[in-house]
């Protein structure tokens, strides 16, 4: 067993799991929220395990973790996930808007992201290079919020390792190279998926707009319900496997 074999199991049981045996973690579909708890107020019949717990959206059981913002501990959960049966990620956040048409509130789809991240290059990808999300699930989710009258959008945003260094020249030229928001964890996401050989997408809440110095509380809004209430009904679709 080489050391990178023997840490991720290190991890997995110690950190991730916390004792409790991965492979009686039985849900396909994983859901990573990042900040804010969208989900666990919903799940019923649900089981702890570690840091992760499993419970039912309808009548799809699904996997749940809410996670901190940035990458470093994304990375461990989804190196553990080689311990279950988990294939596919709909992973849920917030972002800011990179062009003027997106609203607070609207709903952005992340079929790509560009990595401006530290994670992604470890896994087979360069600094400033687009990695794509699963284009099937991405469109699946993308007609799927429309067709319940979500305002969405599908298209590539920009993954930043630094919050605070959204200076006016990088906000002019994502605006300018099309990205349509910009947040902290898709692409070393995307990466991971890739490297685990998963399927994945992100859906993001619009909560403010850098190109238009604009913030909001959308947080707390109605529009934040609608768009937990149209996930859940989607994790409860066709759409992910069983």
């Keep these: 067993m080489t050391w ?30 990042f900040g804010e708890d969208f989900l666990s107020p919903l ?6 395990f570690g840091t992760l717990y499993s419970g039912y959206i309808g ?21 553990s996930l080689v311990m279950t049966r988990v294939d596919t990620i709909v992973s849920l956040g917030t972002c800011g808007a990179l062009q003027e048409e997106i609203d607070p509130g609207d709903i952005i789809i992340a079929d790509a992201a560009k990595a401006g991240d530290c ?26 919020l429309e067709r319940r009258g979500q305002r969405v959008f599908q298209g590539p945003i920009v ?23 910009v947040e902290l964890e898709a692409a070393s996401l995307f990466a991971l998926a890739s490297y685990l050989g998963m399927k994945a997408t992100m859906a993001l809440l619009v909560t403010d707009s850098p190109i238009r110095n604009l913030t909001t509380d959308i947080i707390r809004s109605r ?20």
């Design 4 to 33: 990178e074999q023997k840490f991720i199991r290190y991890v997995a049981e110690r950190w991730v799991f916390q004792g409790a045996d991965p492979h009686a973690f039985r849900p396909r579909t994983l859901v990573p929220a």
């Design 43 to 48: 799940l019923k019949k649900h089981e702890h």
């Design 59 to 79: 009548g799809r059981l699904i996997g749940y973790v809410r996670l901190p913002p940035g990458p470093v501990i994304l990375e461990g959960v989804m190196r």
């Design 119 to 144: 994670l992604s290059a470890h896994y087979g990808f360069e600094f400033g290079q687009l990695i794509p999300a699963d284009a099937s699930l991405s469109a699946s989710l993308t007609r799927f």
């Design 159 to 181: 993954t930043t390792g630094a919050v605070f260094r959204e200076t006016d020249e990088l906000l002019s030229s994502w605006n300018a190279e099309g990205f349509l928001g």
């Design 223 to 242: 529009k934040r319900g609608a768009f937990v209430e149209a996930i859940a009904a989607f994790l409860d679709s066709p759409n992910i496997p069983a």
